[in-house]
């Protein structure tokens, strides 16, 4: 697999080194915004209102965006894209998602539309989209613009003591990032139906995405719209927390069960990347049982569904992070027997934004700490080295993705100390801030992180 990934590099490097098939073939919208990106890692920008009412197809086609595509043309780094362009620059041979992405069929089958438009208007083949921001939980690292009880949390408070005044409002407004309402008209959600019929039966990959999109009445209608007209090509996804009302989760499951066979494949995507109360405390809002009972009860009460989760791994997550790995493995080695895929898939993802809540900020013995779970998990659940007759192993890629994870954490020093020790003071006051208006006490959730939090006091 990982020769296969290499093939890809020097296909995408025959281009030009900064080439990536994503920032053509991938588009995620947000809606209930105005914004997007391709592919998720670079920071959303503006869809310029006038460029999509003169073109829906503006939604993905910015001006903006173009400029971009043509600095990878021509072998420029766009400073956008600086989350591969990091995974790169630490050597070791480490693949980044321009690798990764580019790999995937979604990117593959528009390899040579892409090198021939240029920087012509392109439909893409990935799309994930969220048409509101209604959301129950009120995750740390999220804000009001995804989520909407985070909005309410920040218009009775207001922004966090941090030097960033972290989820301010002003800021929102001052980007023209303030959400529409799901009871407000939205002429972007318009511009989205008006490019549907059009767009639909050409998509590889559609992904439904929030907040929490098992909240959104337009989810639901684009759900039934797939099972009214079939697209035996179509891998079909949906983003969902898993902690809706229960009718909501046995409607998503009679949903999926009469879209199988009517697609070419389906995935759930959920997230987590920790356990129990260290789950409960970043992800607030989320009962980590109940967010399990519901993992399992769609993959038990489905066939042919890849359910994956996405990892935002952040450094509250170092002291349950190894172990939630190693349940989702055990899932796989349970419901894998009845399928000829990995139904229970994950991929390990660093957290950029808050910086007061990034791996990178964490002292020495607390990173060690970590280094070594990692370097556990992986002698332990490597294929070579895996003593069962299951699918319970880290795959070639996962294994990669975590290897690079740890390589970040470490590479990535502040060689400024006062800059470090002024991020270091944002997160001492984020979460005492947090404890007090959410009910939490870090200090008892995260014993292993003791050290850290005073360290982070004194500074």
Not at 8 to 32: E, G, H, N, R
Not at 120 to 133: K, R, V
Request: charged residues 30%; proline residues 4%.
């Amino acid at each position: 697999m990982m020769q296969h990934y290499e093939s890809i590099k020097t296909q995408l490097d025959s281009v030009s080194p900064s080439f990536c098939i994503a920032k053509w073939s991938q588009l995620t919208l947000y809606l209930q915004t105005g914004y997007n990106h391709s592919c998720h890692h670079p920071t959303p920008h503006k869809i310029p209102l006038g460029e999509v009412l003169n073109n829906h197809k503006a939604l993905h086609n910015t001006k903006f965006k173009k400029v971009q595509m043509s600095k990878m043309l021509k072998g420029e780094r766009p400073s956008e894209c600086e989350y591969c362009w990091k995974i790169e620059d630490l050597g070791k041979g480490f693949l980044s998602d321009r690798v990764y992405k580019s790999a995937h069929d979604f990117s593959q089958n528009k390899f040579q539309e892409i090198v021939n438009a240029k920087t012509e208007d392109i439909e893409p083949s990935y799309l994930e989209i969220s048409f509101s921001n209604a959301c129950q939980l009120k995750c740390a690292y999220c804000s009001p613009d995804i989520s909407s009880t985070w909005m309410q949390e920040i218009e009775q408070y207001g922004g966090y003591p941090t030097t960033s005044n972290y989820n301010n409002l002003e800021w929102f407004k001052e980007q023209k990032k303030m959400p529409y309402k799901q009871s407000e008209d939205n002429p972007y959600v318009d511009a989205f139906w008006k490019w549907w019929p059009e767009l639909s039966p050409k998509l590889h990959t559609l992904r439904l995405t929030g907040g929490e999109p098992l909240l959104s009445k337009d989810v639901w209608k684009v759900i039934d719209s797939v099972i009214e007209n079939p697209n035996p090509k179509l891998t079909f996804c949906i983003n969902t927390n898993l902690l809706v009302p229960d009718v909501l989760i046995d409607k998503l499951i009679d949903k999926l069960n009469q879209l199988d066979g009517k697609v070419k494949e389906l995935q759930i995507f959920s997230s987590g990347e920790a356990s129990g109360k260290a789950n409960e405390y970043m992800r607030f809002g989320t009962d980590d049982k109940k967010w399990r009972r519901n993992f399992e009860k769609v993959l038990s009460q489905t066939k042919n569904v890849l359910v994956a989760n996405m990892t935002t791994v952040n450094l509250t997550s170092v002291g349950t992070y190894c172990d939630f790995l190693r349940y989702l493995l055990d899932l796989r080695s349970i419901y894998n027997k009845e399928v000829s895929f990995n139904k229970v898939q994950f991929m390990s993802n660093y957290l950029r934004y808050p910086e007061f809540l990034a791996i990178t900020i964490l002292d020495d013995g607390a990173k060690d700490k970590f280094k070594k779970d990692v370097e556990e998990l992986i002698e332990e659940r490597s294929k070579d080295n895996w003593k069962y007759d299951n699918d319970g192993y880290l795959t070639n890629e996962q294994v990669d993705q975590l290897n690079r994870l740890v390589e970040h954490m470490y590479q990535n020093k502040f060689e400024d100390t006062e800059k470090l020790n002024t991020i270091r003071k944002d997160f001492y006051n984020f979460v005492n801030e947090y404890d007090k208006r959410r009910g939490t006490d870090f200090k008892e959730t995260f014993p292993e992180l003791k050290e850290f939090y005073k360290i982070c006091q004194e500074v």
